[in-house]
C-alpha cells in the first residue's frame, strides 16, 4: 500500500502541474493596441483598496509605465484608516469612497461593485493593491482576453525567509484553480471582464457575503455561459503576498485556505489529496528506510518528490532551494496551518482580516 501512495501522489503532482497554465502572449492578438479589436480601446483599471499605503504605489508606478494604458484607474478606498487615499491621489488616480459598508456585504466585493458602478471602459480589470506589473504586463493579460472571465495568479516574489514557508499553499492554490473550464472559480488578484458580462452574470452583488468572492464569481460566470480562463503570471504579474511578517501570512492563509478546500471541485481536490498523502507516504517511507536497510530505495524516492516540488514551486514563485529540498519542513507547516484554518471556518464561523471580524457562510451553487 506504501508503494502505491507513492505512485499515486508522483502521477497526482504531474496532474497538478498540468493544471497551472503560464500566462503568454497570445499568438491570435499579438498587441492589443491594434485597431482590429474596438473592445480592448476602452479598459478601466478598479483597484479595491484597504490599508494598502505600503503596496499601492508599487501597483500605480507600474501601471504608470505600460505599453498599454488604460482609461482610468479608479482606487476604491474601503474604509482605510493610513494614507492610501492620499498615495493613489499623488498618482493622479480617481479615488473613490464607497461609503459605509452595507449589510451583507464584504469589503472587497463592495468596493469592486462601487468601483465597477463608476467606471467609463467596456472592459473591467480588477486588480489587488499588493501586486505589480511587468511594463508589458497588462499588454500581455489583455491579449488574452476575448470574453467571459480571464483571471491571473500572480507569480509570488519573496524577499524574507519566512515567506518561503507560503510553498504548498501556492502550489495548491494555483493547481486548485485550474483552467477554470469546468466551472473550478477563479483567482483574485487580477480579473477581466466586460462591463457586459459583468452585468449579466450579476458581477460582485451575486457573491456580496462570500469570502473566496472571486471562487464564486468564475463560477456565476461560468453558470451564465461563460468561458473562465485562468492563468500563472509568470513574468506579466506579480504580487509578494505578506510582507509584513509572520502575523500577516498566518492570518491571510487561515482567513480562507478552509473555505477555499471545501469550495474546490472534487475532480480537482483529489489530486491534491493524494498528493499530499504521496508527500507524507514518502517521509515516513524514508524515516523507515533508514533502520530497514533500503536507505538507497528511500533516498531516491525522497529525490524524485523533491524535484517534482521544486518544478511546482518554479511556476508559482521564487522559492529557494531549501523549500523543496527539505520540503517535509513546509508541508509540516501547510498541515498545522490548514487545521488552524479548519478550526476557525467551520467551528468558531468567523475570521479577521485588516481589522474587520467576518462572519463565515458558504453559498451553494445554485444560490449564486
Not at 487615499?85 to 459605509?100: C, I, L, R, T, Y
Not at 474546490?264 to 489530486?271: A, D, E, F, K, S
Not at 533500503?294 to 524535484?307: C, D, E, F, K, Q
Not at 511546482?312 to 532551494?321: H, K, S, Y
Amino acid at each position: 500500500m506504501t508503494y502505491v501512495w507513492i505512485i499515486a501522489g508522483w502521477i497526482s503532482g504531474w496532474i497538478l502541474l498540468s493544471g497551472m497554465k503560464p500566462l503568454s502572449y497570445s499568438l491570435k492578438r499579438s498587441s492589443p493596441r491594434k485597431e482590429d479589436s474596438k473592445i480592448l480601446t476602452s479598459v478601466s483599471i478598479i483597484i479595491p483598496a484597504r490599508n494598502e499605503e505600503h503596496n499601492i504605489a508599487a501597483l500605480l508606478r507600474s501601471l504608470k509605465q505600460q505599453t498599454f494604458q488604460p482609461v482610468e484607474i479608479i482606487v476604491v478606498n474601503d474604509g482605510s484608516t493610513d494614507r492610501t487615499a492620499e498615495v493613489a491621489a499623488s498618482f493622479q488616480a480617481k479615488v473613490v469612497d464607497p461609503g459605509a459598508l452595507p449589510s451583507g456585504w464584504l469589503g472587497k466585493s463592495h468596493a469592486c461593485a462601487k468601483g465597477a458602478e463608476l467606471a467609463k471602459g467596456d472592459v473591467f480589470v480588477f486588480l489587488d493593491a499588493d501586486i505589480t506589473l511587468s511594463p508589458k504586463g497588462l499588454e500581455i493579460v489583455m491579449s488574452r482576453y476575448t470574453d467571459g472571465l480571464l483571471s491571473v495568479q500572480p507569480y509570488h516574489l519573496m524577499r524574507c525567509s519566512y515567506e518561503q514557508w507560503s510553498a504548498f499553499f501556492n502550489v495548491i492554490v494555483s493547481a486548485s484553480v485550474g483552467s477554470g473550464i469546468d466551472g473550478t472559480g477563479a483567482f483574485g488578484p487580477c480579473i477581466v471582464c466586460s462591463r457586459e458580462s459583468y452585468k449579466e452574470s450579476g458581477g460582485h452583488e451575486r457573491v456580496k457575503g462570500e469570502i473566496l468572492d472571486h471562487h464564486a464569481l468564475g463560477i456565476c460566470f461560468a453558470k451564465s455561459g461563460y468561458l473562465v480562463r485562468n492563468y500563472i503570471g509568470t513574468s506579466a504579474v506579480f504580487f509578494r503576498m505578506y510582507p509584513s511578517g509572520w502575523n500577516s501570512l498566518w492570518k491571510g492563509w487561515s482567513k480562507s485556505m478552509a473555505s477555499g478546500a471545501a469550495a474546490t471541485r472534487l475532480t480537482r481536490l483529489l489530486p491534491v489529496i493524494i498528493w499530499i498523502m504521496g508527500l507524507t507516504t514518502v517521509c515516513t517511507y524514508f524515516i523507515h528506510s533508514l533502520s530497514a536497510g533500503t536507505l538507497v530505495a528511500g533516498a531516491v524516492i525522497y529525490v524524485l518528490y523533491s524535484l517534482q516540488l521544486a518544478v511546482l514551486l518554479r511556476r508559482v514563485g521564487n522559492f529557494r532551494w531549501w523549500s523543496w529540498a527539505f520540503y517535509p519542513l513546509p508541508l509540516l507547516f501547510f498541515l498545522f496551518l490548514f487545521a488552524g484554518s479548519l478550526l476557525m471556518t467551520f467551528v468558531n464561523k468567523k475570521v479577521k482580516w485588516k481589522g474587520r471580524e467576518i462572519e463565515l457562510h458558504r453559498q451553494t451553487e445554485d444560490e449564486m
